[in-house]
């Protein structure tokens, strides 16, 4: 089993969409939980943390639920500039110990 | 600008023949790391180094050396490339251990 894993995709959606990603991970010692967008053959950049109690950035909606073990990631009002692959990570206790997932594809199109 | 800057960006070489990929950041952070990304496989940590002279492996060392001499320096070097080691890597820094990780560009290297 991968210690994180997401759906690889791709999502189709049209502008104005709202779409949902989920993550699962297996290590119930995670400590911290972020999501990073990553545009094709660019560097990964942190597009929010999540935090236990879920939070919000405009459009970005992250939920944690660690009883579950899964971390959320909700776009609404989807944009044509969303286009990219959303990378679930988690960071163990430890130092820089992060933990990616393969990434989730998002396509919008007009 | 605050960054993380890699180089080469594309590199392709032959089996056997060392490398070195450099990476320095200007954020004074103490925190830097090498990844690659295989498709399907995501990224994978190679190593880490918490400070100058402080280093450890990640989960996919074999094959690779850093050095952290100084703090805004960490390459990565390849004594002995294999094919195997065609991959996307990525230098990544940042201030602490549960801060905003930066990444480098990214450099894209074929051994053939």
């Known amino acids: 089993r991968k210690e994180v894993e997401q759906d690889p995709g791709p999502f189709n959606v049209p502008e104005g969409a709202t779409v949902a990603f989920n993550c699962t991970y297996s290590?119930?010692?995670?400590?911290?939980f972020f999501w990073y967008r990553q545009d094709c053959r660019k560097e990964p950049k942190l597009l929010m943390s999540?935090?236990?109690s879920g939070n919000e950035d405009g459009r970005f909606t992250a939920q944690l639920n660690r009883a579950s073990q899964y971390i959320s990631l909700l776009i609404r009002d989807s944009k044509l500039s969303d286009s990219a692959t959303y990378l679930c990570v988690v960071r163990w206790g430890g130092y820089n110990k992060l933990i990616f997932g393969a990434g989730t594809r998002l396509a919008v199109h007009p | 600008e605050a960054q993380v800057t890699q180089n080469p960006r594309y590199l392709i070489t032959v089996t056997g023949k060392k490398l070195t990929v450099t990476c320095s950041q200007n954020m004074n952070h103490e925190y830097m790391s090498w990844y690659r990304q295989d498709p399907g496989l995501g990224l994978r940590q190679i190593y880490y180094?918490?400070?100058?002279?402080?280093?450890d492996k990640g989960d996919v060392p074999e094959g690779y050396k850093v050095s952290r001499k100084e703090k805004r320096n960490f390459p990565l070097i390849l004594e002995s490339p294999s094919p195997n080691q065609t991959s996307l890597y990525f230098c990544?820094?940042?201030?602490?251990?549960?801060?905003?990780?930066?990444f480098g560009q990214g450099t894209r290297l074929t051994v053939v």
């Open positions: 990544a820094s940042s201030l602490r251990d549960n801060t905003e990780a930066f």
């Open positions: 180094s918490m400070n100058v002279e402080v280093t």
């Open positions: 290590n119930s010692a995670s400590q911290s």
């Open positions: 999540v935090y236990s």
